[in-house]
């Protein structure tokens, strides 16, 4: 239990309460200078403190007085004087609740002994301390951002126009070469019907190439995905270089007809692109399957 806050004067009304709770804690009653320096209180405040406490001191037995005198049967009877009833005064205590709350009426001011003498405690006005207001942060200067230059797509398509028309002739004149020409593919449903089989080759090559690049470049690829893509790119271009070499090289000769290695080889590329693309379509849904899921 903590001593009440220093505040004077106090009525001692206000301390019975803490005063009796720390004599229960005691287990006696506390000397008078004790509760002096534990309430901060004056002597005459002490004193009436300590007269709250309870007397265990137990009330006298009182005789109750005889009704008459003995009588005695042997001898005659002698004149008796009266007898009064003997009247004892009994201690008017009053109840411990009424003690607890009856506010002792402060008794003449008494100036203790300088030995005794409690200075109380003065009590001062509250001092507006000032709080310090952080100073506000420097605002920087509003940096002006440059936006990014966008960079014209449209030169790609010039120099894609002239690659296409370079790389179609190359591709479709190989192939005449190597046996591709004209062919009846609906022969007896649709004779007039006629197809330049050259044109497989750059259709085959070039497209697959440029998709696989797209896919090489495309962020959102998983790892196995990417990298089918980047070597499948890297072995079209340059089997497409190849084919354009050896293309000008044997119209540069004049040959009509390609050797039988370089038939067999251009004759197998439209299988294998068929098979390359097959495979990097099949990765790329398996990604976008899985992000779904």
Do not use: N
Request: hydrophobic letters at 50%; aromatic letters at 6%; a neutral charge.
């Amino acid at each position: 239990m903590t001593a009440p806050a220093s505040v004077y004067p106090v009525a001692v009304a206000d301390l019975v309460d803490d005063f009796q709770a720390w004599a229960k804690e005691l287990g006696d009653a506390p000397s008078h200078r004790a509760t002096m320096k534990r309430f901060r209180i004056g002597t005459d405040k002490a004193r009436a403190l300590l007269s709250t406490l309870p007397t265990d001191t137990p009330d006298e037995p009182t005789t109750p007085a005889p009704d008459a005198a003995p009588v005695a049967l042997l001898d005659p009877p002698a004149p008796v004087a009266p007898v009064l009833p003997e009247v004892t005064a009994e201690p008017i205590t009053a109840p411990a609740e009424l003690l607890y709350r009856v506010d002792v009426a402060a008794p003449p001011k008494i100036t203790p002994p300088a030995a005794e003498r409690v200075t109380p405690a003065h009590t001062t006005a509250p001092v507006a301390v000032p709080i310090p207001v952080p100073a506000p942060a420097p605002i920087a200067p509003a940096v002006r951002v440059r936006p990014k230059p966008r960079v014209r797509t449209w030169p790609i398509l010039v120099v894609g126009l002239g690659a296409f028309i370079a790389i179609w002739a190359g591709w479709v004149e190989l192939g005449r070469l190597t046996g591709f020409g004209v062919v009846h593919p609906l022969p007896g449903i649709w004779d007039s019907l006629k197809i330049d089989t050259a044109i497989t080759l750059p259709l085959g090559m070039d497209a697959y190439a440029a998709f696989a690049l797209k896919v090489w470049f495309t962020p959102d690829i998983s790892a196995r995905a990417r990298k089918f893509a980047r070597w499948s790119t890297i072995v079209s271009l340059l089997v497409g270089m190849c084919g354009q070499v050896a293309y000008h090289l044997m119209a540069a000769q004049g040959i009509t007809s390609a050797p039988w290695q370089i038939t067999t080889a251009v004759s197998c590329l439209p299988v294998i692109v068929l098979g390359l693309a097959s495979g990097l379509v099949h990765l790329v849904r398996a990604d976008q399957e899985a992000d779904e899921q």
